[in-house]
């Protein structure tokens, strides 16, 4: 009701753009200095659901840019440029800051607008009754977005009268195919909007949706600061108390009643509230003045003074205060912008976006609600998992009892998010009759068809429904379907497409991912990785010069796969530090099989032996960590260090078992190694220093040559006997030297 009756006084207002332009327009610096173009980066923002789309007012100090989270923005609308009525434009304001921010947007992916504003109705009309206007401004607008390379235009004309409505219509449709003829490419054209059509019926919500990438609805100024009555100034829901127009009205309205698509609408939030002196501490009071513009981070610290108070009726705070007669204020907070972006979200609407950029200096408030209602964070517990078996059958469910659908082979990469003993659910095509499928990856030990893969991209499926194509292009044929919420590893990208496995007769199909899926960096990260050590063995006697493995048996207890960053770290700067294999003194990489959750699996590092003149024992203590954080508990070792001499050199070996001796089988030579006369079964690995196999093999006791094929260099050997459970297994090391 109250909003009902202040209609007429609301048309005749200012709206916030327009008030607040007037008030810095004349501190602002117009003069042109030259501009430095740093290219956009074209990547999507990271991990968004919807756009958020900010207007930064030239007048925000540039000290706030820093505190911008760039990860949840996809369009910032440098506000402004004044359009005349004879269709000039005026000079960009505070230029070097306009700079600044295309230089933080631009390598973060951030699209950049610039806003080019008309304000008062007569001026609108007399702008676009003028068809050479029209076309002057269109030409203008296009050089400006082009010599600034920037992404696109925010069109803030205020308001649009009924009898100019077609020529606003045709205003934009010429602007916007100009601008996506720009000879740096298609260019962006977006349209500030009011928030109650039948208020201004010069919009012609419809054509100018379809002739646009988006409408920003500005949707606040349902009380502003020429109101008859203090309320809110984006009630979120209409009520009884407060009348039917409200945010949530607005968007039925602007979608059932006028026809407007819902991924062209953008939903305007305030980062302001308005501060009016009133009759009364009551809700609803009258105003006794004009109220005036207080910013998210003031009314912030302003209603924690007085008392935040919550209007259940439009879903919004406010607070009041006496200073000689009564004042209210109503604005947003983080609550209510919540209830908003969860209304734009739920809508299925191109996203939200806000008045201002800034406003909320030094709160985080609003950029935390957005991070948790836009942004799509690595799915649960998802991980990558890489096919390391020639072909692994593809089940209904976590055993052999379940029938096989399908085969994955060697070399693919699929998203795992659940496990059962050691098999892994993965995504299976929606359109082959079934959403998910089991493959057994083995323990990791005994066998591995499954390992981890980290490091890459996931792409999350948003549309409800996305065909699989033979090609990278429309015309190519429709292999399968995916479905909203599965989610694939892609291998290789062609434009807008990207290139994905199916758990589907191994195939491999292409996806529209930039308009259909969201692209998740590293989802592993946000698991939880732990490790159990098994077991190592690390020599206890080496000779100077020589590079030496250490060999651990692990168990993955995390829910994250092992990857090249697990590190083994040192207590303190290690004697045995190889520039090699190690990142510093402190860190030695680790090679080897990349466990996933609940395998084991064996990694080795490699050190050198440092030069001494007579034996000396050197003591460490080492863990495993994974970007500093400490995955495994510490451990201690030592090993002796013995001078170099001549001839062909034998490391000792450093068996796991104390009571372990090396076998007198292994006769050294200059160019090989004869092995035989093993008791019982034994199985035989010798890799080179970058932990490749060279040499495999499983006997019981035939005589085995290694190295007469091999070039000249170092050799790390294995020895299991799985038979002997006091005799586990042995490492060592051989030198060729020919």
């Known amino acids: ?53 900010g207007y930064l007012p030239s007048w925000v100090s540039n000290t706030t840019y820093q505190e911008f989270d760039f990860r949840l923005l996809t369009h910032l609308a440098y506000f402004s440029v004044e359009l005349n009525t004879s269709g000039g434009l005026g000079s960009i304001p505070n230029q070097s800051r306009f700079n600044e921010i ?30 050479s206007a029209r076309q002057t401004a269109i030409t203008n607008i296009t050089n400006l977005v082009t010599s600034s390379s920037i992404e696109g235009v925010n069109i803030d004309f205020e308001f649009v009268t009924s009898s100019v409505r077609d020529s606003f219509t045709l205003f934009i449709q010429g602007l916007a195919q100009s601008l996506q003829n720009s000879p740096q490419g298609r260019k962006e054209l977006y349209i500030a909007m009011p928030c109650v059509p039948s208020w201004y019926p010069g919009y012609n919500f419809s054509a100018l949706a379809d002739a646009s990438d988006g409408l920003f609805i500005m949707a606040y100024d349902y009380h502003y600061s020429g109101s008859s009555v203090a309320g809110p100034v984006a009630p979120t829901y209409n009520s009884s108390f407060w009348g039917y127009y409200a ?10 009643s006028y026809g407007t698509a819902r991924e062209k609408v953008v939903l305007g939030m305030p980062y302001y509230g308005i501060d009016w002196p009133t009759t009364s501490q ?25 008392g935040r108070i919550w209007d259940s009726n439009s879903a919004t705070p406010w607070y009041r205060y006496n200073s000689g007669s009564w004042h209210q204020c109503w604005y947003d907070d983080s609550v209510s ?82 496990q059962e003993d050691n098999w892994y659910k ?36 948003t549309a409800s429904l996305l065909n699989v194509r033979s090609g990278p292009t429309t015309d190519s044929s429709v292999l399968t379907l995916v479905s909203t919420g599965q989610c694939f590893v892609p291998d290789s990208y062609s434009g807008n497409w990207a290139r994905i496995s199916l758990a589907d007769s191994n195939q491999q199909g292409w996806i529209h991912y930039v308009n259909y899926s969201v692209v998740i960096n590293c989802p592993e990260d946000s698991n939880v990785f732990g490790l159990s050590v098994d077991s190592f063995a690390i020599p206890d006697t080496v000779v100077s010069g020589d590079t030496f493995a250490f060999v651990f048996y692990l168990y993955n207890q995390g829910k994250a796969p092992f990857d090249s960053l697990v590190c083994m770290s040192l207590d303190s700067a290690s004697p045995f530090f190889h520039n090699e294999f190690w990142t510093d003194s402190l860190n030695a990489r680790t090679y080897g099989f990349d466990a996933l959750p609940k395998q084991y699996c064996q990694r ?24 500093n954080y400490q995955l495994s508990q510490d451990t201690a070792f030592s090993i002796t260090v013995i001078p170099s001499q001549s001839g062909i050199e034998k490391i000792i070996d450093a068996p796991f078992q104390a009571n372990t001796v090396a076998p007198a089988c292994f006769l050294f030579r200059e160019t090989c190694v004869f092995i035989s006369d093993f008791q019982g079964i034994y199985e035989l690995t010798v890799r080179d220093v970058i932990g490749r196999v060279r040499f495999c093999y499983t006997g019981d006791g035939e005589k085995i040559i290694f190295g007469e094929d091999q070039p000249p260099g170092a050799y790390f050997y294995e020895v299991k006997f799985p038979d002997n459970a006091n005799q586990r297994f042995l490492t060592g090391k051989i030198i060729k030297t020919e």
């Open 604 to 627: 080795n590092s490699y050190g050198i032996a440092p030069a001494v003149s007579s034996p000396q024992t050197f003591s460490q203590t080492f863990r495993f960590c994974r970007k």
């Open 247 to 256: 945010v949530n009205t607005s968007i039925g309205d602007i979608i059932n």
């Open 1 to 53: 009701m109250l909003l009902n009756i202040i209609f007429a006084l609301f048309v005749a207002g200012n709206s916030i753009h327009y008030s607040q332009f007037l008030l810095y327009r004349d501190s602002l610096d117009y003069t042109e200095i030259g501009r430095v173009y740093v290219p956009l980066e074209q990547a999507p923002a990271e991990g968004l659901r919807n756009d958020f789309y």
């Open 426 to 461: 993965i995504y299976f095509p929606s359109g082959s009759g079934f959403a998910h499928a089991w493959a057994d990856g083995g323990d990791g030990h005994s066998t591995g068809n499954l390992q981890g893969a980290n490091g890459g991209d996931l792409l999350q499926i």
């Open 282 to 306: 009551n809700a609803g009071s009258s105003t006794t003045g004009s109220g005036s513009a207080v910013t998210f981070k003031n009314a912030k610290a302003n209603a924690s003074a007085h």
């Open 337 to 418: 912008i919540m209830l908003k972006l969860e209304l734009a979200r739920d809508s299925l609407l191109q996203g939200a976006g806000c008045w201002a950029l800034g406003y909320d200096s030094g709160e985080d408030d609003l950029w935390n609600v957005l991070r948790h209602v836009f942004r799509v964070d690595a799915p649960f517990e998802h991980y990558s998992a890489l096919v390391s078996a020639p072909n692994l059958n593809v089940r209904s469910g976590p055993s052999v009892s379940y029938p096989v659908i399908s085969q994955i082979i060697q070399g693919q990469k699929f998203s795992v998010f659940d």
């Open 102 to 131: 295309v230089s933080l947007c631009h390598p973060r992916g951030v699209r950049v607008h610039m806003t080019v504003t008309l304000f008062g109705s007569s001026s609108v009309a007399a702008f676009l009754n003028s068809s």
